[in-house]
């Protein structure tokens, strides 16, 4: 299934700053209120340069900025910078449904990424995907955590194939770019054993068997997305799989 069923708001084609902005009336209740925060990965192909590494650990020992993007809420330009894998801060916005981040800092179009926000949302997390190495357009996903809700949390397959998820050996089938709750028991103990198997061709292969603590208010969310890198021929290449908690 093509990704671009799945992913919720990317705007293709520029419109002017006038068009986007316009004249503010300060009477007009904003449409919409909103916390969110942006979680961004890097495209393959713009990792290709190099980071310096701890020659004890193999670790990078600095940490390279994704990209900043600028954007207007009422009469202010606000500045948003974000490293790739981190989420970024939590932003509270009041305005318009539809927000446009743009890369340049004189909101001169073509924006990077637009966000149509539901006015039912009050918390949302927004995963990016750069489509193109050069990183200046993106593609979306909203995913929500389940506050409120207790033994809940999601989990987002971002592999591009479908997988298994064990939530203390039990089973749940993981489609790609699905956001999909999942229930967890901390009675006795204080962690949660995932696990993630394939389902390619009928097989089910382990690939990942972690641990993880959390507290018994926590919601938390699972991101399931595999290792690129270039190999020496310049083509992608796909690794292990990795999973982030947030």
Not at 109 to 127: N, T
Not at 162 to 180: A, E
Not at 203 to 221: A, C
Request: hydrophobic share 35%; glycine share 6%; charged share 25%.
């Amino acid at each position: 299934m093509r990704l671009s069923r799945f992913l919720f708001v990317v705007i293709a084609y520029a419109t002017s700053a006038s068009s986007v902005f316009g004249e503010v009336d300060r009477d007009k209740p904003p449409e919409i209120t909103v916390n969110f925060r942006l979680l961004v990965w890097a495209h393959p192909k713009s990792q290709s340069s190099s980071v310096t590494t701890s020659v004890k650990t193999g670790e990078p020992t600095e940490v390279r900025f994704h990209s900043a993007f600028h954007y207007r809420e009422g009469n202010v330009t606000k500045n948003l910078r974000l490293l790739t894998g981190k989420p970024s801060k939590k932003i509270s916005y009041a305005g318009d449904a539809t927000l446009s981040f743009f890369s340049n800092q004189n909101l001169e179009s073509p924006h990077a990424f637009s966000i149509s926000f539901d006015p039912r949302w009050k918390e949302v997390l927004l995963l990016l995907y750069p489509k193109t190495a050069a990183e200046k357009t993106f593609n979306c996903l909203p995913v929500f955590r389940p506050i409120g809700k207790p033994s809940m949390g999601i989990a987002v397959n971002l592999t591009g194939n479908p997988l298994s998820l064990l939530v203390d050996g039990r089973h749940q089938r993981l489609s790609s770019w699905k956001p999909t709750p999942f229930h967890f028991s901390l009675r006795r103990k204080d962690y949660i054993r995932f696990g993630v198997n394939t389902l390619d061709s009928g097989t089910n292969k382990p690939l990942l068997s972690v641990k993880k603590f959390f507290d018994r208010d926590d919601n938390p969310i699972l991101l399931l997305r595999r290792e690129s890198f270039l190999d020496s021929k310049g083509l992608i290449k796909h690794g292990k799989v990795l999973l982030t908690t947030l």
